[in-house]
């Protein structure tokens, strides 16, 4: 996460990973993979508006967004962890900013992944 990343005394670094990590810099990276109009979900512990700057070129969605219906009766953080885990395991593509997933951990969520062919 972002926030975690840099608050818990990164150095030098730190400017660094904040300047790789801002909506502009997301952006250009993004354009590399994704058309404009894609619709991405944004997995983040900043706010959406953060990533206000994104919405020029895409459909973003946020956890937020299914508060009222799908996530309606989750009210625990670690439970809403395990549902974005397995949301951005199930994607047909998937970007992180830190690589954080685990080729075990991404077995142990869906062990046919390797075996999905992608049309």
């Known amino acids: 996460r972002r926030s975690d990343r840099l608050t818990i005394g990164c150095g030098t670094e730190c400017s660094q990973?904040?300047?790789l990590t801002r909506p502009a810099a997301l952006l250009a990276r993004l354009s590399t993979w994704y058309p404009a109009?894609?619709?991405l979900y944004i997995?983040?512990?900043e706010p959406s508006s953060y990533f206000?700057?994104?919405r020029s070129q895409y459909n973003l969605?946020?956890?937020d967004d299914f508060r009222s219906g799908a996530l309606a009766g989750i009210h625990s953080n670690y439970a809403l962890y395990a549902v974005e885990t397995l949301v951005f395991f199930g994607a047909v593509s998937m970007v992180?900013?830190?690589d954080y997933a685990t080729s075990w951990l991404r077995h142990a969520c869906f062990p046919?992944?390797?075996l999905r062919v992608l049309k």
């Open 17 to 19: 990973i904040d300047a």
């Open 37 to 39: 109009g894609t619709r």
């Open 43 to 45: 997995g983040s512990t």
């Open 52 to 54: 206000e700057g994104l």
């Open 61 to 63: 969605s946020f956890a």
């Open 96 to 98: 992180e900013t830190f």
């Open 112 to 114: 046919a992944t390797p």
